[in-house]
């Protein structure tokens, strides 16, 4: 059976209404600064809830969260410090200034590039953007970089310029032949 708990008279102060309320709860609005209502409806109606717009939280103004005409370019420059946080000296507008040069496109293959805002995991290395030095020898400058497919960034790893392309140009040449078969029977 339900213990029935102390009680305690008082009076409204918002209908003027003199009630009775748990006693465990009218201390603990005491203790807590809370003042006692006779009901969700009287407290309510003596704290209006707050709707001023400068109050209210929005994601969208965080500053990382905020758009601008640099957000596209942001996260390429972020993998960029990720490997090489030290020798960065490159900002996000010298990374749109090249991207704006280069129109898009690899150095290297001439294909269109997309630049992932973030990381899905699902961004084909074919297809995706990626931040090149250049001379790997030397950190990340404006006049350090390039952007290129993260394929042949991979491929490309610490090997000159000049090596990568010789290296393209052996592939190319290649590919005019016929494949070369696997099969080792001979007639
Ligand atoms: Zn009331």
């Not at 709707?51 to 390429?76: A, M, Q, S, V």
């Not at 294909?111 to 074919?126: A, D, H, I, R």
């Not at 390039?146 to 010789?166: G, P, Y």
């Amino acid at each position: 059976m339900k213990q029935k708990r102390t009680q305690i008279q008082i009076t409204c102060p918002q209908c003027q209404i003199f009630y009775s309320k748990d006693l465990s709860e009218y201390k603990r609005n005491e203790r807590l600064e809370r003042t006692s209502y006779c009901s969700i409806s009287c407290r309510s109606k003596a704290n209006p809830p707050q709707t001023l717009p400068e109050n209210r939280y929005d994601i969208k103004d965080h500053r990382g969260n905020k758009r601008d005409k640099f957000t596209p370019y942001r996260y390429i420059l972020h993998c960029t410090k990720n490997s090489n946080r030290k020798q960065s000296s490159i900002k996000v507008e010298d990374v749109k200034n090249q991207w704006d040069k280069q129109n898009g496109l690899c150095i290297y293959t001439g294909l269109p590039m997309f630049l992932p805002e973030y990381n899905t995991g699902k961004t084909s290395p074919f297809k995706t953007a990626s931040i090149d030095r250049i001379d790997s020898s030397l950190p990340y400058t404006k006049d350090n970089i390039q952007i290129i497919l993260r394929a042949i960034n991979f491929l490309k790893s610490s090997e000159s310029h000049e090596d990568t392309v010789a290296f393209l140009d052996s592939m190319v040449e290649n590919m005019g032949f016929e494949p070369m078969s696997c099969s080792t029977t001979s007639t």
